[in-house]
């Protein structure tokens, strides 16, 4: 196979300068180039970028998956590593959730404190101003 980035983007759902910003940090491999300086991509492009992507889709970090992909390159080792990428992303999403809860509540309070009359009345607006830092 044989493509050019847009078809690359195509195939995959990820935009030309999210690609090319993946072959910067080294996400991605540079891939070989034509006579006219056009970018070409096989089927192991593909293949790691829909990865990337759907690690992206749910949530991991760069880094994170920089690291994946690096344990991806060794099918014979333990997954131990893969899995305590996973479960310390787990907690990121735990610790996330709990802070959303939190936000929610606080919102839902000053909503349910507001008398709905005035905005020189509204405790919405009184609550941020004392809330700022």
């Keep these: 196979m044989d493509i050019s980035i847009g078809e690359l ?3 995959t ?6 690609i090319r ?9 540079l891939p070989p180039r034509t006579g006219g300086q056009q970018r070409r991509y096989n089927t192991e492009h ?6 990337i992507r759907h690690a992206r889709d749910l949530g ?11 344990l991806s390159a ?10 305590e990428i996973a479960r310390r992303h ?10 959303l809860v939190t936000l929610r509540a ?14 020189s009345e509204c405790r919405v607006i009184e609550s941020l101003s004392f809330s700022a830092h």
């Design 9 to 11: 983007a195509r195939r």
């Design 13 to 18: 759902g990820v935009k030309v300068p999210t």
């Design 21 to 29: 910003y993946y072959e910067q940090i080294e996400l991605m491999p």
């Design 46 to 51: 593909v293949t790691r970028l829909k990865f």
């Design 60 to 70: 991991f970090e760069v880094d994170a998956i920089r690291e994946l992909l690096a």
């Design 74 to 83: 060794k099918p014979n080792e333990s997954c131990t590593q893969i899995d």
């Design 90 to 99: 787990i907690a990121e999403i735990e610790q996330r959730i709990m802070d």
């Design 106 to 119: 606080e919102l839902q309070r000053m909503v349910d404190e507001c008398g709905c009359g005035h905005v």
